[in-house]
């Protein structure tokens, strides 16, 4: 299995950009989740699907911020404008119903200058 | 949003020596997790906890879930050089279980091992 897999690894751009960043989960797990990786916040939890279904999108910052799952093997996580703010690691992480244990892709580094 | 308190920060230890780091909160929870992260990729799970009194095993790491349910460690015995990395707990709070997926985490250690 290639686990999840982020693309880009590293995104660099200027403020007022629209960033897209991609998320491939595991064949077969049900449950996919987006994580923001900060220094002063830690890991903080954007939104979470199950069965492609948004159930928990309390952590999404702001209307800049969307997320979308259009199928089970894939998902997108948007911010249009990006601001310098936005700056930091984005997880992607999949699961299945009844384990606890996510497993997390090598996530996204974005860079908002 | 709500954090595990996790301690200690940081840690920086000779070879060989045993580690030890915990995570408590004032909310009871039903499942700890411990992750380590190495530079520059994601969380990988080190080890589940499922049970309260739960000790659980896995190479040179143990980890406990408290009996309380409020609190965990991570111990690691004989580091080597390849244990440097951040660590981190997590955990569902007893309520809202079910469909509730969340998971709270602490803000990790940070170990250095000094060979």
């Known amino acids: 299995d290639a686990g999840v897999i982020q693309s880009p690894r590293h995104e660099v751009t200027e403020m007022g950009q629209e960033v897209t960043l991609r998320c491939k989960p595991i064949?077969?797990?049900?449950?996919l989740f987006w994580y923001r990786q900060t220094m002063m916040r830690g890991l903080e939890l954007l939104i979470y699907?199950?069965?492609?279904?948004?159930?928990?999108d309390s952590g999404m910052p702001e209307d800049r911020f969307s997320a979308k799952m259009p199928n089970a093997s894939f998902s997108t996580l948007k911010i249009q404008p990006s601001e310098p703010r936005d700056s930091a690691v984005y997880f992607c992480?999949?699961?299945?119903?009844?384990?606890?244990?996510?497993?997390f892709g090598s996530g996204t580094r974005l860079t908002v200058v | 949003g709500q954090q595990l308190n996790q301690s200690p920060q940081s840690m920086f230890i000779q070879e060989g020596e045993d580690v030890s780091m915990n995570c408590t909160s004032s909310?009871?929870?039903?499942?700890w997790l411990w992750y380590k992260q190495d530079p520059g990729e994601g969380p990988v799970l080190l080890i589940a906890?499922?049970?309260a009194g739960e000790l659980t095993s896995n190479g040179r790491l143990t980890a406990q879930f408290g009996i309380t349910r409020k609190d965990s460690f991570l111990n690691i015995s004989a580091s080597i050089p390849s244990d440097v990395g951040i660590y981190f707990c997590?955990?569902?709070?007893?309520?809202?279980?079910?469909?509730?997926?969340?998971?709270?985490w602490g803000l990790g250690t940070s170990l250095a091992v000094n060979p």
């Open positions: 992480a999949s699961s299945s119903t009844g384990l606890w244990g996510y497993t």
């Open positions: 699907f199950n069965n492609n279904v948004p159930i928990d």
């Open positions: 064949s077969g797990h049900n449950s």
């Open positions: 906890l499922y049970k």
């Open positions: 909310s009871i929870f039903n499942t």
């Open positions: 997590a955990g569902q709070l007893m309520r809202g279980a079910g469909n509730n997926r969340k998971l709270i």
